[in-house]
Structures are given as C-alpha cells and as structure tokens.
T-cell receptor, first 113, second 111 residues
Framework: KAGVTQTPRYLIKTRGQQVTLSCSPI?????VSWYQQTPGQGLQFLFE???????NKGNFPGRFSGRQFSNSRSEMNVSTLELGDSALYLC????????????FGSGTRLTVV | QKEVEQDPGPLSVPEGAIVSLNCTYS??????FMWYRQYSRKGPELLMY????GNKEDGRFTAQVDKSSKYISLFIRDSQPSDSATYLC???????????FGKGTRLHILP
C-alpha cells in the first residue's frame, strides 16, 4: 500500500516568488492536512481539506492557500515568499477524521533565499 | 502560554532503561491525545492514540493521560538504540478538529 507522497522533496525559491507543493494521500483517505515544521515553532497547522472543502484552518496569512481535488490529491500554494517561509512542509492524510491518526508524508523542504 | 508544552531535550538514556516523556497542556477541552515519533528526514508516524483519561499499552510503549492535571506521558520500556528519535505529543478537542502538536523531545538511546 503506497504511503503519502509529497513532491517535490526539495525546493529552493527566491523571495517574492510563489511556490506550489503537491500531496497524494493514501488511497481511500479523504482528509488531507498540511503542517509547517520549523526548529523554532515545531509543527504548526496550516489547513485541512475533506472532500474538496476546507474544514479547518490555522493562523497563517492569506499568502498560504490550498485546495483538494476530487481524487483527494491536494496542493498548497505560498505566494510572495518570505525568508521566514523556509521550512519543512508536511502533508498528512487520514480516512475520515484526523483523530484516528494521521499518516504523514516525508515532506517538502522549502528554502527561500 | 502555549497550548501544548513539551521539553525539547535532548534526553540521553542508556540502552535498556525506562524512558519517560511528558507534555502539559492548557486547553481543558482536549479529549484526543496522540504520540508521534519522527526520525531524521522523515515525517512523524503515529505511535499511540488515546481518548480521554487513562492508560493504554502497546508492546514496550505505555501512554497515560491525566486530564485533571492536564498532563500526558509516554513510557518506553527496555529502550533500544532504534528508539532514538524526536517524540511529539499531539491533541485535539473533537474528532473533526485540527490536531495541535508539541514541539517534540529529542531522545538519544546510548548503546
């Protein structure tokens, strides 16, 4: 059974650019959540999508957005990149609700220069 | 005060010792409690999941939740070098709610 797949694994972008990250959940999983992980702040919740609808949202600025497609695949977009956006972005999927436990992908390492 | 507090460590213990990892939280509405393990360059993986107060055991791992003290613990018996990782506690209010993570404790098991 394939796990959660995130692409790309590594990314280097310049300040002011925008970036799109992709996540393919485990087959049959309908909930996809996104987290930002940094050494200083740890794992911070960005948003969750369930059946193509945003169900929960964290406290990030509007530059961070996401969407989910009918096949449950999800993308997140960060516009007008700042140096502080450098982080590991993790996607996690679950069957119906996050509270049966997520399965995380290995993440996308974004570096903003 | 952050919602979930966790000592970052690092915590170094000899192989075979019992490890105790802890988190405190401020939100009394949390009902679902989880422990995740994260190896370097990998995403976190779910270790233990408990609902409300009490204990849960799975092999060498025991999770405890004390809602009256807003305190959760993870015990690892007969610790192995392969247990060396970062351990994150996580919790949420409701089944459909977002999950809030602690910052994680780095654990080193010394052979």
């Amino acid at each position: 059974k394939a796990g959660v797949t995130q692409t790309p694994r590594y990314l280097i972008k310049t300040r002011g650019q925008q970036v799109t990250l992709s996540c393919s959940p485990i087959s049959g999983h309908r909930s996809v959540s996104w987290y930002q992980q940094t050494p200083g702040q740890g794992l911070q919740f960005l948003f969750e999508y369930f059946s193509e609808t945003q169900r929960n949202k964290g406290n990030f600025p509007g530059r961070f957005s996401g969407r989910q497609f009918s096949n449950s695949r999800s993308e997140m977009n960060v516009s007008t990149l700042e140096l502080g956006d450098s982080a590991l972005y993790l996607c996690a999927s679950s069957l119906e609700t996050a509270n049966y436990g997520y399965t995380f992908g290995s993440g996308t390492r974004l570096t903003v220069v | 005060q952050k919602e979930v507090e966790q000592d970052p460590g690092p915590l170094s213990v000899p192989e075979g010792a019992i490890v105790s990892l802890n988190c405190t939280y401020s939100n009394s509405a949390f009902q679902y409690f989880m422990w995740y393990r994260q190896y370097s360059r990998k995403g976190p993986e779910l270790l233990m999941y408990t609902y409300s107060s009490g204990n849960k055991e799975d092999g060498r791992f025991t999770a405890q939740v004390d809602k009256s003290s807003k305190y959760i613990s993870l015990f690892i018996r007969d610790s192995q070098p392969s247990d060396s990782a970062t351990y994150l506690c996580a919790m949420s209010e409701n089944r459909d709610d977002k999950i809030i993570f602690g910052k994680g404790t780095r654990l080193h098991i010394l052979p």
